[in-house]
């Protein structure tokens, strides 16, 4: 329950540079310029654009004005997974599973992305490797402090430790992180079905001194579900919880960790992958709908709004599937602040697929106890494009990703006062 002394005010180093490119439509025209290319062009053309009044964002890291970001990094490097024994019925080797490709590529550009962006807060989920935790905390410039938990634990009735959590934080312009505390979730998935059983997913929390008061950041991430060849309902005299009922349970504990855990005078953000697509509750399933519902309670129960309702577009797609239909079909980059997905205008192609908004950042609504007041200005959409190949493709080759992760991150600016 205490700060993972080990990640926290780590020396930095420069993160050098690497090919990147400048927007969706020069992509393979500029993939040989410096990842700073990518971002000095973004500046440039939101200076171009004052005159035509489009909202553009204010400089990061400035005394009146919070920057977050919330951002699953797909840094995932698998799991060797035991052999499971079933008595009469034999034995399983379900292998190495997990592993996405291109892992330290993908952390030296999120390193200098990070960087280049100098935010105040970073929440991070899919950090599981210890190396990459301490990377970021050397290599992203500006970094103030860390905090890294829940950490591996042991299994239930398995002789094998589980991962990290993957939950990692981050702080920058000199917010320190003054308590923080973690809680593992008690219900993590079934081990024949679920690979997030091998991971002690669950909850952290952070208490960030901003100046003018303090924040209480939860960062989550829920059960996905499934990825294992396996099917417990296959097995005799078996009834598993469907997945659903594993994330519904989650959110409940989640809902109490942030009631115990927060304080009054403090204003409460949570961020975290939800699995959970609020957006389309008439296609999914009764359980589905059942765990919809706990997820409006429980931003009720913790006063709770979410701003991309308040300030964001139309379009919200948080997940990039891999190959049609979905992938890049579902987002389009910003002619005008390339840095971002556009939000207003047509969700490029498969009309008829749902978007997929399972990533999330919710603040607190205004409270009297509150010691200052913090206003969401924008809420966006960071694509974080490597410039490989053309934006449109989410691979540049069979193992390399053209982007950093398959989800997008959701940035906030907010005026503090």
Same mark, same amino acid.
């Given at each position: 329950?205490t700060?993972?002394?080990?990640?926290r005010?780590? %020396?930095?180093?420069?993160?050098?540079?690497?090919?990147?490119?400048?927007?969706?439509?020069?992509?393979?025209?500029?993939?040989?310029?410096?990842?700073?290319?990518?971002?000095?062009?973004?500046?440039?053309?939101?200076?171009?654009?004052?005159?035509?009044?489009?909202?553009?964002?204010?400089?990061?890291?400035s005394?009146?004005?919070?920057?977050?970001?919330?951002?699953?990094?797909?840094?995932?490097?698998?799991?060797?997974?035991?052999?499971?024994?079933?008595?009469?019925?034999?034995?399983?080797?379900?292998?190495?599973?997990?592993?996405?490709?291109?892992l330290?590529?993908?952390?030296?550009?999120?390193?200098?992305?990070?960087?280049?962006?100098?935010?105040?807060?970073?929440?991070?989920?899919?950090?599981?490797?210890?190396?990459?935790?301490?990377?970021?905390?050397?290599?992203?410039?500006?970094?103030?402090?860390?905090?890294?938990? %829940?950490?591996?634990?042991?299994?239930?009735?398995?002789?094998?430790?589980?991962?990290?959590?993957?939950?990692?934080?981050?702080?920058?312009?000199?917010?320190?992180?003054?308590?923080?505390?973690?809680?593992?979730?008690?219900?993590?998935?079934?081990? +024949?079905?679920?690979?997030?059983? /091998?991971?002690? #997913?669950?909850?952290?929390?952070?208490?960030?001194?901003?100046?003018?008061?303090?924040?209480?950041?939860?960062?989550?991430? +829920?059960?996905?579900g499934?990825? +294992?060849n396996?099917?417990?309902a296959d097995?005799?005299?078996?009834?598993?919880?469907?997945?659903?009922?594993?994330?519904? #349970?989650?959110?409940?504990?989640?809902? =109490?960790?942030?009631? $115990?855990?927060?304080?009054?005078?403090?204003?409460?953000i949570?961020?975290?992958?939800?699995?959970?697509?609020?957006?389309?509750?008439?296609?999914?399933?009764?359980?589905?709908?059942?765990?919809v519902?706990l997820?409006?309670?429980? #931003?009720?129960?913790?006063?709770?709004?979410?701003?991309?309702?308040?300030?964001?577009?139309?379009?919200?797609?948080?997940y +990039?599937e891999?190959? %049609?239909?979905?992938?890049?079909?579902?987002?389009?980059?910003?002619?005008?602040?390339?840095? /971002?997905?556009?939000?207003?205008?047509? $969700?490029?192609?498969?009309?008829?697929?749902?978007?997929?908004?399972?990533?999330?950042?919710?603040?607190?609504?205004?409270?009297?106890?509150?010691?200052?007041?913090?206003?969401?200005?924008?809420? =966006?959409?960071?694509?974080?494009?490597?410039? #490989?190949?053309?934006?449109?493709?989410?691979?540049?080759?069979?193992?390399?990703?053209?982007?950093?992760?398959?989800?997008?991150?959701l940035?906030?600016?907010?005026?503090?006062?």
């Amino acid at each position: 329950m205490t700060t993972d002394r080990g990640d926290r005010g780590r %020396p930095l180093t420069d993160g050098g540079r690497e090919p990147a490119g400048d927007s969706e439509t020069t992509a393979e025209a500029t993939a040989a310029s410096g990842l700073s290319r990518w971002y000095e062009a973004a500046a440039s053309t939101a200076r171009d654009v004052r005159s035509l009044d489009v909202p553009v964002l204010s400089p990061f890291g400035s005394d009146e004005h919070l920057t977050f970001l919330f951002y699953n990094t797909w840094l995932l490097d698998g799991i060797e997974l035991p052999e499971l024994e079933f008595g009469p019925l034999g034995s399983v080797s379900p292998g190495t599973i997990g592993r996405m490709p291109d892992l330290d590529g993908r952390t030296r550009d999120l390193c200098r992305a990070l960087t280049e962006s100098n935010y105040d807060v970073v929440a991070l989920c899919e950090v599981f490797q210890r190396e990459t935790r301490e990377a970021l905390a050397e290599q992203v410039e500006g970094v103030t402090d860390s905090y890294a938990g %829940p950490g591996a634990t042991s299994l239930e009735r398995i002789d094998f430790p589980s991962k990290h959590s993957g939950l990692y934080t981050l702080t920058g312009n000199g917010n320190p992180i003054v308590d923080s505390s973690e809680v593992g979730f008690d219900h993590r998935g079934n081990s +024949l079905r679920d690979a997030d059983f /091998y991971a002690n #997913k669950g909850a952290q929390h952070i208490e960030v001194d901003i100046g003018p008061g303090k924040l209480d950041v939860f960062t989550t991430h +829920l059960l996905h579900g499934g990825d +294992l060849n396996l099917d417990p309902a296959d097995i005799p005299f078996s009834d598993p919880d469907s997945i659903e009922e594993y994330r519904a #349970k989650q959110l409940e504990q989640l809902t =109490r960790f942030v009631q $115990r855990a927060g304080s009054a005078e403090n204003l409460t953000i949570v961020a975290g992958d939800f699995n959970l697509n609020v957006e389309q509750p008439r296609l999914i399933s009764e359980r589905n709908r059942t765990e919809v519902e706990l997820f409006e309670a429980f #931003k009720s129960t913790c006063s709770l709004y979410d701003p991309w309702e308040r300030h964001g577009g139309p379009v919200g797609t948080t997940y +990039l599937e891999h190959g %049609p239909p979905g992938g890049m079909d579902r987002a389009k980059i910003d002619p005008i602040n390339p840095n /971002y997905l556009e939000d207003h205008g047509k $969700r490029c192609e498969y009309p008829d697929v749902p978007d997929r908004r399972i990533d999330y950042v919710l603040v607190e609504e205004p409270q009297p106890e509150h010691s200052f007041e913090l206003e969401v200005e924008h809420i =966006r959409r960071r694509h974080f494009w490597r410039g #490989k190949t053309n934006t449109r493709e989410f691979w540049a080759t069979s193992d390399v990703p053209n982007y950093i992760s398959d989800h997008i991150g959701l940035e906030l600016e907010c005026s503090v006062n």
